[in-house]
C-alpha cells in the first residue's frame, strides 16, 4: 500500500513537473547597452544575462520593448504583463511585483591610461583632470553640473581612447559596459587603462505577484539559477 502511494505521488509530481511553468510576459524599455532593439530583435548584456536566467530556470519567457518604465510598470501593476527589466529596486513596487535581485550592475566608471596617477577620489583630481565623455549623454550632462573641465565630447566611445592616446584627454568617465564594448573592434585592451567606479547600481528583473502566485517555486527557480550561472547576480 505504502508503495502504490509512492507510486501516485511520483506520477502526480512528475506530471507537475512535466508542465512547468507559464510563460513570463516581459516588457522592455530601451537602456543600452544593456537592453536595446537592432534588426528586430532585442540584444544587449542585459538580455543575455537574464535569457541564460531563465534558460537555466526551464521557464518559458518572451519580451517586449516599450516606450519607457513607466509604461512598463502600469502594464505589470494592471496584469497586462507579467514582469519588467532591467530595474532597479523601488519598495513601492512590493505590493504588486516581487524583484529578483542583481541580475546585471549598471556602473560610471573612471578610465585612466594604466600608469596614470591621477586618483579621481581625491579633491585635486578636477584641476589635473582633462575629461572625455560621449556627446549629449548623461556622464556628459553631469561632468557639465559638477564643473569639470572637458576637453573631449566625441559622438562615439571609440574615439576615446584614441583621444587619451594623442594627449588630448587624460581621463574618460562613461558607463563601464558601453566603454569596454567599444575596444572589442580596437587594439586597445581593457588592461590598457585603469578603473575607479563613480558610482554602481544594481538592476534585476521584477515579476509581478499574479504570475508567481499561479506558478508556485518560478522564483526560487531563478534564485536558484543566478546563484548557478557566472556573469549574474551582479557578478
Not at 40 to 59: C, D, F, N, T
Not at 86 to 99: I, L, Y
Request: aromatic share 12%; charged share 20%.
Amino acid at each position: 500500500m505504502r508503495a502504490t502511494l509512492l507510486s501516485v505521488f511520483m506520477v502526480i509530481l512528475s506530471a507537475g513537473v512535466l508542465r512547468g511553468f507559464d510563460e513570463i510576459r516581459f516588457l522592455v524599455p530601451e537602456f543600452r547597452p544593456y537592453t536595446y532593439e537592432k534588426d528586430g530583435a532585442l540584444h544587449g548584456a542585459g538580455i543575455e544575462a537574464i535569457q541564460r536566467i531563465l534558460k537555466e530556470s526551464r521557464i518559458p519567457y518572451s519580451f517586449v520593448m516599450v516606450s519607457g518604465y513607466d509604461l512598463a510598470v502600469s502594464q505589470t501593476r494592471s496584469g497586462n504583463a507579467d514582469g519588467f527589466f532591467p530595474a532597479v529596486f523601488k519598495a513601492d513596487r512590493d505590493s504588486f511585483a516581487a524583484f529578483s535581485g542583481p541580475v546585471i550592475v549598471h556602473r560610471w566608471t573612471w578610465f585612466l591610461p594604466a600608469g596614470s596617477t591621477l586618483n579621481p577620489a581625491k579633491a585635486s583630481f578636477k584641476a589635473y583632470a582633462r575629461v572625455g565623455t560621449v556627446q549629449n549623454s548623461d556622464t556628459h550632462a553631469w561632468l557639465r553640473k559638477n564643473g569639470f573641465r572637458i576637453t573631449g565630447i566625441p559622438r562615439s566611445p571609440e574615439a576615446l581612447p584614441v583621444m587619451m592616446g594623442k594627449g588630448t584627454i587624460n581621463s574618460i568617465l562613461l558607463n563601464e559596459a558601453v566603454f569596454l564594448q567599444s575596444l572589442e573592434p580596437g587594439k586597445e585592451k581593457p588592461d590598457h587603462f585603469r578603473k575607479v567606479v563613480l558610482f554602481e547600481t544594481p538592476l534585476g528583473m521584477y515579476i509581478s505577484r499574479a504570475y508567481l502566485d499561479r506558478n508556485p517555486g518560478a522564483m526560487e527557480s531563478i534564485s536558484r539559477a543566478m546563484e548557478k550561472l557566472p556573469g549574474t547576480g551582479g557578478k
